[in-house]
């Protein structure tokens, strides 16, 4: 099946400081991208949704200023935390889709992100 | 809005017994319904899926039948392993608008020796 990776797998931060996530297609061209929250224990909770060369589409409830989301091209889509605080520290999931298979999403192995 | 509810977990389990995982939903429409595996340190990978009613999605011993009429696409398996030790999520894609899967709670699935 398609491929997705995620960078860094974990990261660890001060308080305050920015982190950018990246999120790469490796073996297909991604045309929507989505981001995805989890917290322990509990569900994906959908962040945002972004098409390739589009802006993206925030569920409501994520602070679109402070979870940057770029899909500047059709093989990779980057989550910035800007200001990460403690409640920030959580596991960020990405997953792809590509054209003619819209309804198959191909999941990263996600992100840990501990904010200090 | 649209909806998935699972069986809370953990579920445990001796090797080689039956599972069955609930899951309904609620959507309107035809929605297109899923199980994702998420393996202990891992990403979630699709297990199986079925886009329409009486459609049987099955993977790896794992089989889920679309029912309509009851909104449900229950997880089986006759024999479980202690490798099928994961959390298992029900999702469901609407057939239009947003293309965002929704997600049940996961169950975790324990399988003991």
């Known amino acids: 099946g398609a491929v997705v990776s995620q960078h860094p797998s974990r990261v660890i931060c001060k308080s305050g400081t920015s982190v950018k996530i990246e999120c790469r297609s490796l073996?297909?061209?991604?045309?929507?991208m989505f981001w995805y929250r989890q917290f322990p224990k509990q569900s994906l909770m959908l962040m945002a949704t972004s098409n390739e060369g589009s802006k993206a589409t925030y569920e409501q409830g994520v602070e679109k200023d402070k979870f940057l989301i770029n899909h500047a091209s059709l093989t990779l889509s980057t989550l910035t935390v800007t200001s990460a605080h403690p409640e920030d520290s959580s596991f960020y999931i990405c997953?792809?889709?590509?054209?003619?298979?819209?309804?198959?999403?191909?999941f990263g192995p996600g992100t840990r992100l501990t904010v200090l | 809005g649209d909806s998935v509810t699972q069986m809370e977990g953990p579920v445990t389990l001796s090797e080689e017994a039956f599972l069955t995982i609930n899951c309904t939903y609620t959507?309107?429409?035809?929605?297109?319904l899923f199980w994702y595996v998420q393996y202990p340190g891992e990403g979630l990978q699709l297990l199986l899926k079925?886009?329409?009613?009486?459609d049987k999605g099955s993977n790896k011993g794992f089989e889920a039948t679309y029912r309509k009429e009851t909104t449900s696409f229950h997880l089986e398996k006759g024999s479980v392993q202690v490798s099928d030790s994961a959390v298992y999520f029900c999702?469901?894609?609407?057939?239009?608008?947003?293309?965002?899967?929704?997600f049940g709670s996961g169950t975790r699935l324990q399988v003991q020796p």
């Open positions: 959507a309107t429409g035809y929605p297109s």
């Open positions: 999702a469901l894609l609407k057939g239009t608008g947003r293309r965002a899967l929704t």
């Open positions: 997953s792809a889709s590509g054209r003619g298979s819209t309804d198959t999403q191909y």
């Open positions: 073996d297909f061209q991604a045309t929507t």
């Open positions: 079925a886009t329409k009613a009486d």
